[in-house]
C-alpha cells in the first residue's frame, strides 16, 4: 500500500483508493496531541466504533472496529491484535458493508476463533494429558511460549477428569 491510498473494497473487489480527507484530519490529531489512533479516528469520525472480539485481553485476542464513515455511510475497518493493527479497510459505499461484513469479516472471526480455540485445547492437553508410553514423565511438558492456565480452568479439568 502507498501512503497515500487505502486498502478499499468497492464493487465487490479490494482495491488501492486515493486515501479520504479524514483519515489525513485524524492523523493530524493523533500526530499534533498526545492522542491514540482510535480515539482520534472516533474523535474525527465523531462515531464510536463498533467492536467485534475474540479474547480481546488474552494473547490469542483479536479485535475489529468498524467505525461509520461521513460520506455515504460507509465503513472503516480495523483488524487488529492487543498490540498491532493487522489490516484496514475503507467501504465507502453503505450498500457494499454488507457483503463485505459477510465475506471478509465473520469469516476472519470464524477462522480467528477456531485458532484461539484449538490454541486453548493444545495449553489444556499440555497440563492434563499422560504422556506417551517412551517418556517417563507423567504429564506432557508445557511449552515455552504458553502461559499457565487461569487457576479456575485447571480446576474445572480436574474435576471433569475426576481428579
Known amino acids: 500500500m502507498k501512503n497515500d491510498t487505502i486498502t478499499t ?3 465487490g473487489e479490494i482495491i488501492e483508493a486515493q486515501k479520504p480527507e ?4 485524524a492523523k493530524t490529531v493523533c500526530n499534533g496531541g498526545e492522542i491514540p489512533w482510535h480515539a482520534a479516528l472516533t474523535k474525527v469520525l465523531n ?13 490469542d485476542g483479536i479485535q475489529i472496529l468498524t467505525w461509520v464513515t461521513p460520506e ?6 480495523e483488524f487488529c491484535t492487543p498490540h498491532h493493527i493487522l489490516d484496514a479497510v475503507w467501504v465507502p459505499d453503505k450498500a457494499e458493508w454488507l457483503p463485505f ?4 469479516v465473520l469469516p476472519f472471526l470464524q477462522a480467528h476463533a ?3 480455540a484449538a490454541n486453548t485445547f493444545e495449553r489444556l492437553v499440555q497440563h492434563f494429558c499422560s504422556a506417551p508410553a517412551h517418556r517417563s514423565s507423567d504429564r506432557v511438558t508445557p ?4 502461559p499457565p492456565l487461569p487457576a479456575a480452568l485447571r480446576r474445572a479439568a480436574r474435576a471433569a477428569g475426576g481428579a
Open 101 to 104: 461484513r459477510t465475506k471478509h
Open 72 to 77: 455515504g455511510g460507509g465503513h472503516y475497518v
Open 143 to 146: 511449552r515455552p511460549d504458553h
Open 9 to 11: 473494497y468497492l464493487h
Open 22 to 25: 479524514w483519515i489525513g484530519r
Open 114 to 116: 477456531a485458532i484461539a
Open 47 to 59: 462515531f464510536l466504533p463498533r467492536i467485534d472480539s475474540i479474547g480481546a485481553d488474552d494473547r
